[in-house]
């Protein structure tokens, strides 16, 4: 079973940078043997020469999967990690469910920041790493100096990190369970919510277009009206699609369907969204449609443009004819001029650039 892979942010403070060397090497040669996920770790040291620092971190924090905090009290006076990093870990945490994970690098009042005092850090206790005497251990006891400033050898920090790994690895495991059952929860509400809500939406938008000018509209009405329209097509799509699959499973059915489908669009006035959003699915998508069905299409635009012209109709007609698809490209350009041979007067203008780069194209 291949293994989940995790891209994970560590946030220290600068000054605290020999304990964070300590504990990244230490995650290092632990983690690459992990059986159960795969770490990708990254702090500000990979910022490569000539990058803008700032803009990096600000990009790994978008793209991280969770987030390792090492808090001591360089971390908290940190006017960069609390303005430029943490809040942006918080509201990460709001909107994605970003996984935080504080840990106690160094002894320090945790706790004036509200976020730290109503959380959990990993704090273990000293009794198992030969420190009865201290409750609440960090990292740094298990950390120690020379006279030269040389870091002495300490047995317990290898206990320290093999326990952070396992704690590390099954938090973020129960975590992303959660979290993928609670996408899956609000997926499913938020479905039958949009369902519910559509009659209601469908009715308020064409109350919106009875009166509607564009051409005496702002900016953001404009917009708006877009948003609306968009919103509407996309349910309608995503249950269309769904029934079209079914219809598409059954031999009957499917020739059924694309009898209907070839008169809604051969005695329509002009191509309805939804329509268009059919011709240019199946016209994007040759290995899943075939092409006797964009030739259907283009036999039912030839009609159509006969009985009334639209700018649309003509459009997905030079789409087909350039598109080149045999059995499909020549029978798209007889029909756009059949169709419009009775639609003279649009040749002009709209229609005359469009022909003549047609033309280059063929001669």
Request: charge should be negative.
């Amino acid at each position: 079973m291949p293994k989940s892979q995790y891209k994970i942010f560590i946030s220290y403070a600068q000054n605290d940078v020999v304990y964070f060397n300590l504990l990244k090497d230490g995650l290092d040669n632990h983690t690459k043997h992990s059986k159960n996920l795969l770490w990708e770790v990254w702090d500000n040291t990979q910022v490569r020469p000539g990058e803008n620092w700032h803009e990096v971190i600000q990009e790994k924090i978008t793209g991280c999967d969770c987030v390792i905090l090492l808090i001591s009290s360089n971390f908290l006076y940190s006017e960069y990690i609390e303005k430029q990093e943490f809040g942006r870990f918080i509201q990460r945490q709001e909107s994605d469910g970003l996984l935080v994970f504080p840990i106690l690098l160094e002894p320090c009042d945790f706790t004036q920041w509200t976020y730290l005092r109503d959380r959990q850090l990993f704090i273990p206790n000293g009794s198992k790493y030969g420190l009865p005497e201290i409750e609440q251990l960090s990292y740094a006891h298990l950390v120690a100096f020379d006279k030269n400033g040389r870091v002495l050898p300490n047995p317990f920090r290898e206990e320290y990190h093999i326990e952070l790994v396992k704690i590390f690895e099954a938090t973020l495991s129960e975590f992303s369970s959660k979290n993928q059952a609670l996408s899956l929860d609000k997926k499913s509400v938020d479905n039958k919510t949009q369902q519910e809500n559509l009659p209601l939406a469908f009715k308020a938008y064409l109350e919106k277009v009875k009166d509607f000018e564009p051409i005496d509209a702002s900016e953001d009405e404009l917009r708006e009206f877009t948003n609306i329209g968009n919103q509407l097509a996309s349910v309608f799509m995503s249950s269309f699609d769904r029934i079209t699959k079914k219809i598409m499973d059954s031999e009957h059915l499917k020739e059924l369907y694309l009898d209907v489908h070839f008169e809604e669009i051969a005695y329509s006035e002009k191509l309805g969204l939804i329509t268009e959003k059919v011709i240019e699915v199946k016209f994007k998508d040759r290995n899943k449609y075939p092409y006797w069905e964009r030739s259907q299409i283009v036999s039912a635009l030839t009609l159509s443009l006969i009985y009334q012209f639209d700018e649309n109709k003509v459009k997905w007609l030079l789409n087909f004819v350039r598109s080149k698809e045999d059995f499909v490209w020549k029978r798209a350009l007889i029909g756009l001029f059949v169709g419009l041979m009775n639609n003279e007067k649009h040749i002009k203008g709209y229609l005359q650039q469009e022909l003549n780069q047609l033309k280059s194209d063929y001669e």
